[in-house]
C-alpha cells in the first residue's frame, strides 16, 4: 500500500514538474494543488500564513468568533466563524498553539452564507485565527480559548 | 452497505435552508500513540463539498485539527425541494456520500 502511495505521489510530482517547465499549468494551478500538504507541514502560525500568501490583513470587527472562553474539553471545541463583509470567498480557520495550526479552509459558494460551524482539537490555551478572504483581500480576527484538557494526544 | 457515515439535517428557516452534517470518523492527526507506542498513523477526512441542486454550495479541506466525528454546519439561500448532498474524502482515499432532499 505505502509503496503504491509512493509511486502515485511520485508519477504526479514528475508530471507537475515536467508541466511547469514546459509552462503548461500556471503557478496558481500548481498551488491549489500542493495546498494540502505544505499547510498542513506549517509549525507555527506565521509559517501556516506565509504559506498561504497572506501578506497584509487587516483586523476587522465584522469577523465574529463564536466559541467558549473555557473549554473543558479540547478534544471537542465547537467554534464558529461568521464573517459580514461583502464578497467573502474563503475563510481559513487558524488554531495558534496545535502542533499543526493550519485547521480548516472553507470556500464559500454564491448562495452560502459566510457563515460555518465545525468542531475543533486545541491542543492547549490557544488563540483561534480566522482569515477570511473577499475581494483578494485579507482581513482577520482572533479570539481566545483557555483549554483545559488538550486533545491532541501526545 | 454498511450504515452511512453521515448524518444530515436539513432545515427551512424563512428562505434559508440549514444544513447540519454530522460525519463518523477517527480524525487521527497522526501525533497519538497507542498503549504500546505505536504510532496511529494519520486519517483525517480532507475535503467535505456540499451541494445543492448539483452547484456547490460550501467545500471545506480540513486537517486533523478537525475534532473525532466532526461536524459542520451552515446556511445557504435555498427552498424546499432543493436536494442537498454531502460527500467526503479522507487522505486514505476513502470516500462517502448522501444526499437528502430539503422538506
Known amino acids: 500500500m505505502k509503496r503504491r502511495s509512493f509511486m502515485k505521489t511520485a508519477i504526479v510530482a514528475s508530471a507537475t514538474g515536467a508541466a511547469i517547465t514546459s509552462g503548461l499549468i500556471s503557478s496558481n494551478a500548481v498551488f491549489a494543488a500542493s495546498h494540502e500538504k505544505d499547510f498542513t507541514k506549517a509549525k507555527s502560525l506565521d509559517e501556516a500564513m506565509k504559506l498561504m500568501g497572506v501578506t497584509d490583513v487587516a483586523e476587522s470587527e465584522m469577523i465574529k468568533i463564536k466559541a467558549p472562553e473555557i473549554a473543558e474539553n479540547g478534544a471537542v471545541v465547537p467554534v464558529g466563524i461568521t464573517s459580514e463583509i461583502e464578497g467573502t470567498t474563503e475563510i481559513v480557520a487558524l488554531i495558534s498553539n496545535n502542533p499543526t495550526p493550519y485547521a480548516a479552509k472553507y470556500t464559500i459558494g454564491a448562495k452560502a452564507k459566510a457563515a460555518v460551524k465545525s468542531r475543533f482539537k486545541m491542543a492547549k490555551t490557544t488563540d483561534v485565527v480566522a482569515i477570511v478572504k473577499a475581494n483578494d483581500k485579507f482581513y482577520t480576527a482572533k479570539s481566545n480559548i483557555k483549554v483545559t484538557k488538550g486533545g491532541c494526544g501526545g | ?103
Open chain 2, 1 to 103: 452497505m454498511a450504515k452511512s457515515t453521515i448524518k444530515l439535517r436539513t432545515k427551512d428557516k424563512d428562505g434559508s435552508i440549514q444544513v447540519k452534517a454530522l460525519i463518523t470518523h477517527p480524525m487521527d492527526t497522526g501525533l497519538r500513540r497507542k498503549k504500546n507506542g505505536d504510532k496511529i498513523p494519520a486519517h483525517y477526512i480532507t475535503e467535505v463539498m456540499i451541494e445543492a441542486n448539483g452547484e456547490s454550495i460550501m467545500m471545506a479541506n480540513w486537517t486533523g485539527s478537525i475534532s473525532k466525528n466532526p461536524f459542520i454546519s451552515l446556511n445557504y439561500a435555498g427552498a424546499k425541494g432543493d436536494k442537498v448532498k454531502l460527500s467526503w474524502k479522507d487522505n486514505m482515499d476513502k470516500s462517502d456520500s448522501l444526499e437528502k432532499t430539503v422538506k
